[in-house]
């Protein structure tokens, strides 16, 4: 994880909240160094982590959680994470019998229906051990990404029909929490794509939105970071609803610095 | 003036723009953006009410019952009548605890008075219904809802719906008809 972005979500994995909701969107960049952090992080915090990881393999999330302090190898043999391949998996919908229930089933459709099986699947993973001991704190459920579900054919609203049922389950009946990504294409004619980003923000507990510069690439600085807090668990609490800051990706870490105070040009 | 006297007048100010609004009536579109969550306006409208002696239905489809109740106290929340859309809205468990008629069902059932007095139906959220019901049907059942004639004898209930901004396209137009 990023110490520097838990500084400024004011987040530790000694101390993470529940029953929250958390909305990783990118326009015109890369986003995923998010989904790196919020990873390590939850597993760091002891949490149980259903990741539903649709876009790179195992392998590659590992390499980045091994440089982030946490092996994703180790967390699955011992239970603490439940890893859906879905580059892997999507091959053992075609080659796999028609009875059987597969969390990607919808792949096997010609116009995809609803993701209830996607959602057993998340449910089944993170419903609490029978013996009643909690080995892990609070489940963690992270969806990379949301996108490539409408990519595949599924519609916006099965899609937050999914997220809706997660938010249910694991949010409010479990008491855990939710991160999933969903890219902002800027393209107005993707209708689809304005209905789900829109329909998650207004669901969402914690907004991180990062951005390619407007003036185009730069080697010191790779985007731009906004934070948008919305139902606040006080609402009276002293503290700003939005903040926006530049950063630049290094090897093993993220540095975050406030518009124009860049180490670069200071 | 002392900070509790300014506290109190700021108490005051709000209270009778609350009043102002929920004298007007009929159907009271909310519409909310990211930036500004419209939830705590709604729930504040629903207090105000609920304070007024009426009955207070509300239709809940996009948090829970508890995150919703939040913030009220006991004698509010023992006002408040609840029909739950958020735990299982498409019956995937398969329990057959769904409530009969769906949303829109229950929608005309809150007209139903048990009790004389001013009704009060809250729609958390328009946005959720228009993305699973055809726009038509719902404009033109809250359009019925909110006419004199809905409820024969008795003042038509106060709606407040809450809807999120930005709308769909296809939804602008037809929410105009609803006579904001």
Known sequence: MFPELNNLLNITPDRAEQGKLTLLC?????????????????????????????IQSFSHYNIVGQKLGVSLTLARER???????????????FFQANEEPHPLQFL??????????????VREALKPVDNGEAVWKCPVLLVDDLSLLLSLGVGAVAVLDFVHYCRATVCWELKGNMVVLVHDSGDAKDEENDILLNGLSHQSHLILRTEGLATGF??????QLRILWRRPSQPTAQ???????????????????????????? | MTPSGGARGETGHKSEMLDSLLGLGGLMLLRDSVEWEGRSLLKALIKKCALSGGQVHILGCEVSEEEFREGFDSDINNRLVYRDFFRDPLNWSKTGEALPGGPLGALTAMCKRTDPGPVTIAVDSLSWLLLHLPCTTLCQTLHALSRQDSCPGETPPLLLPLIHLPLPRNVSQFLSTLGE
């Not at chain 1, 096997?108 to 699947?121: I, M, S, T, V």
């Open chain 1, 26 to 54: 990118d326009a015109k960049t890369d986003g995923s160094f998010l989904v790196h952090h919020f990873l390590s992080f939850y597993l760091k915090a002891n949490c149980k982590v259903c990741f539903v990881a649709l």
């Open chain 1, 79 to 93: 239970g603490q994470l439940v890893f859906l391949e879905g580059l892997k998996s999507s091959m053992d919908v």
């Open chain 1, 108 to 121: 096997r459709e010609a116009n995809p229906g609803n993701l209830q099986p996607l959602f057993e699947f």
């Open chain 1, 218 to 223: 730069c080697r010191d600085v790779h985007g």
């Open chain 1, 239 to 266: 503290r700003d609803r939005s903040l926006t800051y530049q950063y630049k990706i290094q090897d093993k870490s993220v540095s975050f610095f406030a518009k124009g105070m860049s180490p670069a040009v200071l």
